[in-house]
């Protein structure tokens, strides 16, 4: 297990370093593999009463776990095949972080009187996301126990998406019955998620202390939650080419993803975007980008990333409709006024057409130069989104992979800003009332 540990170490700090650091990582991660499956995944039961016994068993399931989401992570980053699959794990969730770290044995059984310990396994756990009808969250899981399941979640769309054959698909190539059955999944997660923060508050209120509920992981994980959002509701290519570790070469890959295809989903999604953005914006980007970003972890990193690019995708594809194409629909007027009203605080304002956002039409141009006109204006305010997000990578960060995500969102607003020919694709799905 030791052995397990300090490769698993050294893996999840190489896959963030320089190209040739992250080679050596990517090289290591067969060798983890294997050595965890040969650990076996068959764990015994955390009901001892013998604290040593309770936290080897513990100690390893959860280095086998956080294996597992290290291999995910690899997955959302360089869009690998993940190496170890959910349906491969009988372990049991991680108990509370109060039971595990606790130094001795008497404060262990204190603990145990204050939380219920009840072994719930990942399998189990992730079959009632997805039952019909819902069963509800399990009870009593722990901060890790949703990280974990979220993991599962996004685990389980990547491997939908490339077994799927549906690509005229507005969700991605998925089915309408696979999108629900996640959907309920993302809810039934949310649900638990929000039982565990208020019981952590709570206890968080009678102790006194004032910290983030669920800490780090907890934050973590609602980053992860909304990166499973929005890849479930859109055909977002998850490519980025972040192994090159070139700015130009990443820029580049940003530019050529597809635009979209309009539907009630993806408005979905990109309410999830705004929404991130607006909380940033809230803060005070420069702020957040100078003095938090060093409290980041690349999950934040990789939902930031995403969300502007989702954006960006989103605006060009409402600049890329022609005169004779679907005009945007009201939920896109009005995400688009909440993004206007939102970057109208920051540097980065950009005036657009009140036509377009929802305001009454003004008289004088053709439908012609007006639909020309909107898309100069949205490829603004595209633009204008990219920088923004690349502001909160320019702090400092222990990942220099950080600050290369940053120059290619910048080096992709600089593409955008130059006018290219490309065929209108700002299409409507078909059936788009179904989404």
């Not at 309920?184 to 923060?197: G, I, P, Y």
Request: charged share 20%; hydrophobic share 45%.
């Amino acid at each position: 297990m030791e052995t397990i540990q300090a490769l698993l170490l050294l893996f999840a700090v190489g896959l963030w370093g320089a190209k040739a650091i992250l080679r050596e990582a990517l090289s290591l991660q067969s060798l983890l593999a294997l050595l965890v499956r040969e650990e076996g995944f068959l764990s015994e039961s955390t009901q001892t009463a013998d604290w040593e016994a309770w936290v080897r068993i513990e100690g390893a399931n959860r280095t086998k776990l956080v294996s597992y989401c290290f291999f995910n992570l690899c997955s959302i980053a360089y869009n690998m095949p993940p190496l170890l699959l959910t349906s491969e794990l009988n372990l049991i969730l991680p108990h509370s972080a109060k039971l595990w770290r606790a130094e001795t044995a008497w404060q262990w059984q204190e603990a145990r009187q204050s939380f219920p310990s009840m072994d719930i396994s990942l399998q189990d756990a992730f079959s009632r996301l997805f039952s019909r009808p819902p069963q509800g969250p399990p009870a009593y899981m722990s901060s890790l126990g949703n990280y974990i399941l979220i993991h599962a979640i996004l685990q389980h769309i990547f491997l939908l998406k490339q077994t799927s054959f549906n690509s005229v698909s507005p969700f991605g190539g998925l089915r309408q019955d696979d999108v629900e059955d996640c959907f309920q999944a993302l809810r039934v997660w949310q649900m638990s998620f929000e039982q565990h923060q208020a019981r952590v508050t709570e206890g968080s209120h009678q102790n006194g202390t004032d910290v983030l509920p669920g800490g780090p992981v907890a934050y973590n994980s609602t980053a992860l939650w909304r990166l499973a959002s929005i890849r479930l509701y859109t055909d977002l290519s998850p490519s980025r080419t972040l192994e090159t570790r070139d700015a130009g070469q990443i820029a580049q890959a940003f530019h050529d993803a597809p635009y979209l295809i309009r539907s009630v989903r993806l408005n979905r999604a990109v309410f999830q975007a705004i929404h991130a953005l607006s909380m940033l914006v809230k803060v005070g980007v420069n702020y957040v980008a100078r003095r938090k970003s060093s409290e980041w972890s690349m999950q934040h990193s990789l939902c930031n990333l995403e969300c502007a690019i989702l954006l960006s995708k989103w605006l060009m594809t409402l600049a890329s409709i022609g005169p004779t194409g679907a005009p945007p629909e009201p939920d896109e007027r009005n995400l688009l006024e909440m993004l206007r009203h939102m970057l109208d605080e920051t540097e980065f304002a950009v005036p657009i057409d009140p036509s377009l956002s929802g305001g009454v039409p003004g008289h004088g141009p053709s439908s012609m130069d007006m639909a020309a006109n909107d898309g100069t204006k949205l490829r603004q305010l595209a633009v204008a989104v990219i920088r923004l997000w690349a502001e909160t990578f320019k702090g400092s960060h222990i990942f220099d992979i950080v600050k290369v995500i940053g120059a290619g969102l910048e080096g992709y607003a600089d593409l955008i800003e130059k006018p290219r020919d490309r065929t209108p694709l700002g299409r409507m799905a078909s059936n788009a009332g179904l989404g």
